[in-house]
């Protein structure tokens, strides 16, 4: 989750929200009610008041609230002050609707953050059916005219010879997970080369289902068919939808946006690795600190590395259509190793026993003769500003015990393990001799705090989590 956020940070900035209009304000108390009486469908926004998306989304979602006014209710919870409603949110802002008054399992709108979108897919929702059917050409063709019209969503075709089939239900199923997504149309067996028999289509694309039928496998093949083969990457909705696919990432970094050359190489080696991968574009230039992120130099343009969860991999080689497939095809293999982001190691790591560890040597203190305290800070954080006093001066008390390293690491400029438990800044972490566990603290950040810890850990007993 923190390595989500923390793309997220690069890609947006922070602002400050709020709720008026003819939308409903939806708290804790309310929210059961709400839900209830809205027996048919409700619209809610969970939203944070620092979030610069939330912020910018609101005057749209106002706007689509006075269209829908009398027909659906929308509604908005601020998070921060509605902590039991915050597992709904999945990022800033989240639009989840809600179904025939069931609060659980609702639908999440993943569409762009606009007005025009929005109110578009309420109204599908609230007016159209999960599958729409078609008996002959002329009505499908209808269909998909208007599907197009609608921002050219994928369009599921399907066609069997009984409404109680099992292949049929599990097109039904997958209809009503992705309602309001695609349209799914069922057509007569007479519009189709045999049954059961299922396809995509998406702008010009057609694409055949060939898997066996079961509710999973069709999700998965209409979800990778709304895809691009390669896509332009943009903060917010854009980066959720694929963050929520689940499939490793591949960042193509261009100069500017009409490097059509690079991006067409791209193209043909990523539709090799379709349903494995995603691929997007990025400007490389406006969103220069991503490629930091990633392990690639800022300015080389074009630049490849792709992203699996907090495990990055920047690519070094021969901008080509062989090459680059050949590393991505290792990749998949589980031949390459991570990038990891490093800083120069300094000269003189250890300034009055308090060593600086970098990504290229912060691993190799773990799991040796010698215990280890870690402090992962970000330069930015007010709160490790506030702590690294205290720290360096347990590191100054320890500087002569042969038997613990007291070390600092910037976390925004060196990858760390993800064993190392880093979910926030700062995090401090202990290591037992000869152990690779990170035993974590959270306690009072204070000399005393530390020390205590250091004490308690190093006597073989487990550090117990402590009130700040």
Avoid at 103 to 124: C, H, M, Q
Avoid at 160 to 185: I, K
Avoid at 261 to 266: C, G, I, L, N, P
Avoid at 294 to 319: C, I, M, N, T, W
């Amino acid at each position: 989750m923190l390595h989500r956020l923390r793309v997220l940070a690069l890609l947006v900035l922070l602002s400050a929200v709020g709720c008026t209009g003819t939308i409903a304000v939806v708290t804790s108390d309310t929210f059961p009610s709400l839900v209830a009486q809205n027996s048919k469908i409700l619209v809610v926004n969970f939203y944070a008041p620092w979030c610069a998306l939330s912020k910018k989304f609101q005057p749209e979602y106002e706007l689509a609230a006075q269209e829908l006014q009398g027909q659906v209710t929308l509604g908005a919870v601020d998070v921060s002050a509605e902590e039991s409603l915050e597992h709904y949110a999945n990022g800033y802002p989240t639009v989840r609707i809600f179904l025939n008054g069931k609060a659980d399992s609702p639908l999440e709108y993943k569409g762009g953050l606009t007005a025009e979108e929005l109110i578009k897919f309420v109204k599908r929702l609230a007016y159209e059916e999960p599958v729409l059917k078609a008996e002959t050409q002329q009505q499908l063709d209808s269909i998909i005219s208007a599907a197009k019209q609608n921002g050219s969503p994928t369009i599921a075709v399907g066609a069997f010879e009984a409404s109680e089939t099992s292949e049929r239900l599990a097109f039904t199923h997958a209809a009503n997970r992705l309602r309001g997504l695609h349209y799914f149309v069922a057509v007569v067996p007479s519009l189709a080369p045999k049954t059961p028999y299922l396809y995509t289509i998406k702008d010009s694309t057609i694409t055949e289902f060939t898997e066996e039928f079961s509710d999973s496998n069709v999700i998965k093949f209409v979800t990778d068919s709304s895809f691009p083969t390669l896509g332009e990457m943009q903060p917010g909705a854009v980066f959720e939808t694929y963050v929520s696919r689940g499939l490793p990432l591949v960042w193509l970094f261009i100069d500017g946006t009409s490097d059509e050359t690079a991006k067409a190489t791209m193209a043909t080696v990523a539709e090799s690795f379709k349903g494995k991968l995603s691929a997007v574009w990025i400007d490389g230039a406006r969103y220069s600190p991503m490629m930091e992120q990633l392990g690639l130099r800022q300015g080389a343009y074009p630049a490849v590395a792709v992203e699996d969860g907090p495990k990055h991999y920047a690519y070094s080689g021969k901008f080509a259509e062989p090459a680059l497939t050949a590393w991505l095809q290792s990749y998949i293999d589980g031949k390459l190793a991570p990038t990891i982001r490093s800083e120069p190691a300094p000269a003189q790591p250890v300034h009055k026993g308090l060593t600086t560890a970098v990504g290229s040597t912060v691993q190799k203190l773990i799991g040796g003769s010698k215990s280890v305290l870690l402090l992962m800070y970000a330069p930015w954080c007010s709160h490790c500003q506030a702590i690294i006093p205290a720290y360096k001066e347990v590191a100054k008390e320890h500087a002569s015990d042969t038997s613990v390293t007291v070390a600092m690491i910037d976390a925004t400029a060196n990858d760390v393990p993800e064993s190392f438990n880093l979910d926030g800044y700062p995090t401090i972490v202990f290591f037992g001799a000869g152990s690779t566990v990170a035993n974590k603290y959270s306690g009072e950040r204070s000399l005393e705090g530390l020390t205590a810890f250091i004490k308690r850990s190093r006597g073989g007993q487990e550090a117990e989590d402590e009130e700040l």
